[in-house]
């Protein structure tokens, strides 16, 4: 469960992160959007997992 609300609580400021990051690289458009949300999504999704395996007692098994 701690997953869950720590890796939400975690993609708005990730995504600001990499959203400023990625300003001198890439224009505004589309490209840089969904890089910055596929980025974040996959940041938040490794820290959800962290947590699950650093404590497992604690994890929602879908499967």
Do not use: N
Request: glycine share 4%; charged share 15%; with cysteine.
């Amino acid at each position: 469960m701690y997953s869950i609300v720590l890796s939400t609580l975690a993609y708005p400021i990730v995504a600001w992160w990499l959203h400023r990051r990625l300003e001198d690289w890439l224009e505004p458009g589309m490209v840089r959007k969904m890089l910055v949300f596929l980025l974040a999504s996959i940041a938040c999704w490794m820290l959800g997992s962290a947590i699950d395996w650093m404590f497992p007692g604690q994890a929602i098994h879908m499967l």
